[in-house]
């Protein structure tokens, strides 16, 4: 999963101006919905509500990558000014295992801090103090003693020692490739490989955790607060109606903020055992070990094809990283079989544990570095067979979904080669390497290509006309910068018939209907979807009871001859 941009559909789009759509609904230029709050500072971000009587919690993490807690003292900190608790492994707040999003659950990582003194990464979170004051909590954190039993740790997935997981749910079996690639006249094998890659948003990951009454409320920036409900409703063992998640605002997440990590966790049982609020923020050195970023990867790929360009077989090997306790897999295969037409493909991939935080989601998980080797691939099989890159992707072309053999719904890929190719000038394009030069500086062009799935999960919208006659609507999801606020308002307004302007959204709270993870390109299309229909249901609704209310002056109108217009209804005609 990552946040990546997403966007509304493509059919609703429109083109008219703000000059000939005065409501401004979809396809219009307008203001963002949360635009002005943001510029001038109104817009609450997770840290920063503010709770009466807070306390402050701050993460202490391991220095070593392997071994034990072989002692750990809190004395000094336990004395220190404003210091309220310091909970470790040696006085455990009860944390349960949550259950992973491959096992059904919301989980990205199972891992649970301070139940035992075994070390499993650099940078594990092993502890946390709690001040009246962040600064306090801070210095106080310093002065707590560790030290370690520590054991050879494997770092790198080559390491040795490190043992192969094979990902056989995700191989792909197509034709033979084995004997296409055999009768290929030219033949390509390279090795590409992805380093770690880590999600740094501007908004850290905090959040402020508050036990009241035996419910708990987080605020949490999520992209996907119904799975943080989740996880924390596990962690806690209460019940799932007994955790509210707030996140209006989202300072980016690019795939880090669809599940709540630790840090959360231990900020929800320390409030619990505390009675208090409690903010807890990584810092910025915190984060790269405190969740994971896009696992590291590698892939043989093979490519056989015949003089004239054709490629008649891909053979695919690839590994990622993944920790110790998790199997969480950076497929490499994800575009292989199907960005051409090719019938015999093999792809295997594996997952490494080795001593790291469980990698998690970023831009793109597994198309992106499944495209890079690929489209790298596709380059060097060009240069070999002394063919244009683009005509030897044109040669290739996919006239449908060779992997599941299946048509596309569409396709417009040509078109977008032959428009970048024009942009560019393609045609004075010289193949011989450092040929091409700008004055004094060596200059180059390349091109490539890549896809993404359509995905979809359930979403629910509900609308509300107010007293003041304003429409509300209200939905679960996030916005995570991608426009949420505006594109939900435009499409209520369109079916409405009153300005976009002029309709409040409210988001990101597990109390607003429910929809899915505002990741993987499909927030906008699934609640853009369930706005339209709850719209549509509201300006029926309204129809029907103008037409049969009998205070209405339009009463017996028939309600096929009434619409919304601005802040009434009125005939069609």
Known sequence: MSDVNDHAPQDAVKTNSAADNPIEGLGAARTRG???????GEARYAVEHQPENPLYGVVIQ????????????????????????????LNSLKINKPTAIADGGAAQSTYTPIQDDVIIHNGQNIGLVVAETFEQATYAASLVEIEYETSPALIFATDEGVEPKPVSKQDINMGDAQAAMQQAEVRLSQRYTTPREYNMPMEPHACVAQWQDGRITVWEPSQWVAGAQVEIAEWLGIEVEDVRIISPYVGGGFGSKPVPYT????????????????????????TFTGLGGRAATSQQLELGASRDGKIQAIIQRSFSETSLIDEFAENCSKVTARMYAVENVSTQHQIRPINTVTPGWMRAPGENPSAFGLEVAMDEMAYALNIDPLELRLRNWADKDYQLDLP???????????KGAEAFGWDQRIMTPRSMREGRELIGWGMASGTYPVNKLPAEAKIILTPQGKFVVQCGGADIGTGTYTILAQTAADILGVASGTIEVQLG??????TGVAGGSQLAGNVTAAVDDTAKRMRDQLLKLASELAQSPLKGTPASQLTLKGDGVQHTQ
């Open 34 to 40: 949360d635009g002005k709050v943001k510029v001038t």
């Open 62 to 89: 391991s220095t070593v990558a392997s071994g034990r807690i072989s002692r750990m003292s809190t004395d000094k900190a336990q004395q220190a000014s404003g210091v309220v608790a310091v909970y470790t492994h």
């Open 263 to 286: 840090h959360v966790a231990l900020a929800s049982v320390a409030s619990r055992a505390l009675n208090r609020p409690i903010k807890v923020s990584l810092t910025r050195p915190q």
């Open 408 to 418: 596309w719904s569409s396709r417009r890929l040509k078109e977008a080669y032959q």
């Open 509 to 514: 709270d597990t109390e607003l209907p429910r």
